[in-house]
């Protein structure tokens, strides 16, 4: 089963989720992105999220990542693989920390961290040149 939904998952290029009202399904459902091998468009807003997985990491193809207006309180260290990101939404969550090797993803042009419990940002983000 799992290499039949590696199968599946390895075609997905784009997953675009909102849920205005009772986000529950997609709250319980979200534990695995790793089948998703080809996924270079990630957007899960307005979900009730209150994490994300940990294997976001694997998806090393990502460069539009988008989970603004959740409830996410941490961002995962694994981000960090993601080396071909340029455009992140986390706005709008309960983030209180980034991975300190957030500069390890140097392609990223946009971050969007407002509305979040941040209190401070990681030194590497100073070796971010593209970031606006």
């Known amino acids: ?57 694997d998806l090393t193809g990502l460069t539009y990542l988008d989970f603004a207006k959740n409830d996410i309180r941490w961002f995962p260290p694994s981000v960090t693989n993601l080396v071909n990101l340029k455009n992140v939404d986390i706005r709008n969550n309960l983030i209180f920390e980034l991975p300190p090797m957030i500069g390890n993803c140097g392609q990223l042009q946009e971050l969007r961290l407002d509305h979040n419990k941040l209190y401070d940002l990681p030194q590497s983000m100073a070796e971010m040149p593209l970031l606006k």
Do not use: H, W
């Open 1 to 57: 089963m799992a290499t039949r939904d590696k199968a599946i998952g390895g075609n997905v290029e784009a997953i675009d989720l909102k849920i205005e009202v009772g986000g529950g399904i997609v709250k319980e459902s979200i534990y695995s992105l790793a089948i998703f091998t080809n996924l270079t468009d990630l957007r899960v807003r307005k979900c009730s999220l209150e994490y994300i997985p940990e294997d976001i990491g």
